[in-house]
């Protein structure tokens, strides 16, 4: 199973962080996306431009870039544009913007916010042509961008039914986070459902996990699944997926996730010792 880790959603230690855990021999490293989330994320695009330059071989994800925040076109040129930076590191996450994050930004950019899971829709049928350098219809008029890249690979993200049917219809990988293991197994079997109706192979599953390993104060843990309420989960269920304690009960619990079907694990640390955590998780993932 690859192994992600999500970077610092702010401040100047982005490198530092991507550095360390390309060291470390993590796969993938991971960039939050919104215009006005509820917490602060620096502009994925150009975090993970920097950090492009500055490894050599960590794959670079968006997790999730809300498509439908922009013009696809733009979008595309973005993509692109990384892929040549980094030599084809890019893992694409894409998401149409949760609930929690409220109506700020799609009022911001002019974009109704009831309409964002149909705008997503059409983007990803028009998305890896434009960035393919394939001449692509963008609102009635035909659009060829250059220089060509190759398309990185899609994550939907999302952990409901649509999010599931986009999936299957459009991406990868399917990329849920703060899932119980059960919804996790269930999912996959739904994937298989939609892959016969859309004849295509089923996809892969990439699973989002919040850790907080080691010596942990129990405030922080307690913070964190309060936090996690306002994404829909009861606080059963938070407790359920936050993975805390030794390394080695944080290998047992992703072993868990990898019989559930899933291929990929990206940590999310949530507490200040994050040079620390991504040591432990690499512990926790070593065979």
């Known amino acids: ?18 550095q360390h855990a390309e060291g470390l021999g993590f796969e993938s490293v991971w960039h939050g996306d919104h215009l006005i989330p509820v917490s602060p994320f620096l502009d994925a695009t150009l975090v993970l431009a920097t950090v492009a330059a500055t490894t050599t071989r960590i794959k670079l994800g968006f997790g999730v870039m809300v498509l439908p925040l922009r013009p696809v076109a733009w979008a595309a040129k973005q993509v692109a544009t990384l892929q ?78 649509a999010a599931l049917r986009r999936a299957a219809r459009f991406g990868d990988h399917w990329y849920p986070a703060f899932l119980p293991l059960r919804a996790v197994a269930a999912g996959v079997a739904r994937l298989e459902e939609l892959a016969t109706t859309h004849s295509r192979p089923r996809v ?66 949530f507490t200040d010792d994050r040079f620390r955590q991504a040591e432990l998780v690499a512990e926790a993932t070593q065979t």
Request: aromatic share 4%.
């Open 204 to 269: 892969g599953v990439t699973v989002g996990v919040s850790v907080a390993l080691g010596a942990v104060a129990n405030s922080v843990v307690e913070h964190r699944i309060r936090s996690m309420t306002d994404y829909g989960l009861t606080e059963e269920q938070a407790r359920e997926v936050v993975v805390t304690g030794s390394a080695e009960q944080a290998r047992d619990h992703f072993a868990r996730l990898a019989e559930a079907g899933a291929d990929r694990i990206v940590a999310m640390p």
């Open 1 to 18: 199973m690859d192994v992600g880790i999500t970077l610092p959603g702010f401040g100047h230690d982005a490198v530092e962080h991507a």
């Open 84 to 161: 040549h930076l980094s030599g084809g590191r890019v893992l694409l996450g894409v998401g149409s913007g949760g609930d929690v994050h409220g109506e700020a930004a799609w009022r911001a950019v002019d974009v109704p916010f009831a309409e964002r899971g149909r705008r997503t829709d059409a983007s990803l049928a028009v998305l890896p042509p434009l960035v393919r350098g394939e001449t692509a219809s963008v609102h009635g008029t035909p659009v060829t961008l250059s220089p060509p890249a190759p398309m990185p690979p899609v994550l939907i993200g999302g952990g409901g039914a």
